[in-house]
């Protein structure tokens, strides 16, 4: 059976791996992300010296990316504010140096499958992952479908109300004070200068709560029977608690599903990314 290539694109670092016909990863390695040409041209090269005849590629990217197969720019990245990125054929290469199917999702919607397929959705109809790291995104998947609009959902990008003891004006490029503004990696620091695992009690309670009011927002649209949060933000001790007592004071025991209880942490860990790449590659294979 033939072998998958697997790439997790970051904003600061592509992950790599080799996975065989039944999906066991057996090489991996790590580049940093600089230019498209580069750091796409190191995986290819990457690719060739593990002697890969893929079957199939997937690509679980950050984003925002087009993702419409019938549009010019399918597998491009779009309106990311990344250096060289912007505008970057992600898919293209890895066609043109292999000849076989290449799939692309967003990072989030790769570890949303993988975390449906083989983590901490199993036996779920619904499940939202979402990633507070550098950046907040979200994917949703429901009965094996992703969700998809015009384009991929943006939930990091949602208006949240304004926690009373908080005035940071929000550092999103493009909103401001929008949740991803507000508690995406770069805004802790921008707000209080060092990562949330090393600030207070008080810095934890004010994130804990803008993302209880975020996970009310998204059980009223979409009532996922569980929810998975990742992301290095997340890694904060104590904060995946916070987080589900302020997202059930939030929802006031109105919606389908207790965030005490439908709220988790990725089951997969840090392979979630991955094997995202792998259910992609799985999936532009026709399995
Ligand atoms: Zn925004």
């Known amino acids: 059976m033939a072998e998958y290539g697997l790439i997790e694109g970051g904003g600061t670092k592509f992950v790599l791996g080799v996975a065989d016909g ?3 990863i057996r090489a991996r390695e790590r580049l940093p ?6 750091t796409l041209g ?7 010296a593990q002697g890969l005849a893929p079957g199939a590629i997937g690509i679980a990217c950050f984003g925002p990316l087009q993702l419409d197969p019938q549009a010019p720019d399918f597998g491009h990245v ?5 250096p060289h990125w912007n505008g970057a054929d992600v898919i293209g290469p890895f066609r043109a140096a292999f000849g076989c199917p290449v799939g692309i999702e967003t990072d989030v919607n790769g570890a949303a499958l993988a975390e449906s397929l083989w983590g901490a959705g199993q036996g779920r109809r619904s499940l939202l992952y979402v990633t507070v790291g550098t950046g907040v995104g979200g994917g949703f998947i429901a009965d094996g479908t992703l969700l998809r609009g015009a384009s991929h959902p943006e939930m990091g990008h949602i208006r949240v109300p304004r926690h009373p003891g908080d005035r940071f004006a929000g550092d999103c490029a493009f909103h401001g004070d929008c949740l991803e503004g507000l508690v995406a990696g770069p805004a802790i620091r921008a707000r209080w200068g060092q990562p949330l695992s090393g600030l207070g009690a008080e810095e934890a309670e004010v994130v804990a709560w803008y993302l209880g009011q975020a996970i009310a927002t998204w059980q009223a649209t979409l009532q996922p ?6 992301g290095g933000v997340m890694e904060t001790t104590g904060l995946l608690e916070r987080v589900r007592e302020a ?12 965030p005490r209880e439908i709220v988790v942490a990725p089951g997969l860990g840090a392979d979630s990314g991955l094997r995202g790449a792998l259910a992609v590659a799985q999936r532009a294979a026709g399995r």
């Not at 992300?33 to 580069?38: A, I, L, N």
């Not at 190191?42 to 060739?48: G, K, P, Y």
């Not at 779009?78 to 990344?82: A, C, E, L, W, Y």
């Open 78 to 82: 779009t309106h990311t504010v990344k």
């Open 225 to 230: 029977d569980r929810i998975v949060l990742g």
């Open 22 to 24: 039944a999906g066991a």
């Open 42 to 48: 190191r995986a290819i090269a990457w690719f060739r």
């Open 33 to 38: 992300t600089t230019t498209p040409d580069e």
């Open 247 to 258: 997202a059930a004071a939030a929802g006031g025991d109105y919606f389908a599903g207790d």
